[in-house]
């Protein structure tokens, strides 16, 4: 028996990079596993092949749709917000309309998401957000926007913890430093300035945020709850 056997889990973005990386340890840790995209039909068709895992097609970003897909699922054991999208430059300059997509994206979808999966949640059931170190250090001009999504995380899990405690419902974020990924390839032009804020200076693998993800899902994390848990080589020491 493996550590997720039994257990239906939902990852929100789950063709690429961290998500992707989510959907494959699930699968492999005995998990029925389903996960949304929202453009990468190539790459979700081709993660579902290879881990067995089901893709929905499903943007986060529209809040209907978004429940609407998570009500279709029926109770779950776990779920996973990783869905999220980088929006950097200078702020008088960025188009607010971007800005505004990024808010619902990050923000508005994990509120709603972790809401309407605590609706018919199993008992003991786990909800892991995935935040960033920049919620809590911002070293770069061009980032508030950006940060102030991921901040939101910190108060989000915090209070949905309480609110699920008395069900067993534990309610985490994981705030990752750099992660090689379509979003922050580790060969980047930022490579350098990001490592120089780092104790171990490299990009962590997606592989790496997704065992600590595995862990909070599993059944040693119970009491773990309301918490972040930054993986960042240092990025915020
Ligand atoms: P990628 O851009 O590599 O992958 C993003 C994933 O999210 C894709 O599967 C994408 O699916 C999905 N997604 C994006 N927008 C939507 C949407 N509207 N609806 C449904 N799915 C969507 O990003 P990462 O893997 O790097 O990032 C994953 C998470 O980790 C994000 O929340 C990010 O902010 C966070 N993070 C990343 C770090 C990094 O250095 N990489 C560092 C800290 C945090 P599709 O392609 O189909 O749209």
Redesign the pocket.
Known sequence: MTSLSNKKALV?????????AIVERFAREGAETRF??????E??TALAGKSGAKAIQ????DRQALTKTIADQGPLDILVV?????VMGDPLETDPDAVDRMID??VR?PYHAAIEAARKMNEDGRIVV?????GDRMPFPGGAA?ALT?SAMQGLVRGLARDFGSRGITVNAV??????????PADGPMKDAMHSFMAIKR??A?AE?AGMVTYLVGPEAGIVTGALHTIDGGFGA
């Open positions: 929100l973005g789950g063709s690429r990079g961290i998500g992707a949304t995209y929202a453009g990468s039909t790459a979700a499903s943007d986060s970003g990783n869905a999220g999208v980088l994206i990050n979808s995935i935040g960033s170190v920049n950006y991921k705030q990752p430093g750099p992660v090689d990924t379509d979003m922050n990009h962590a997606p945020v």
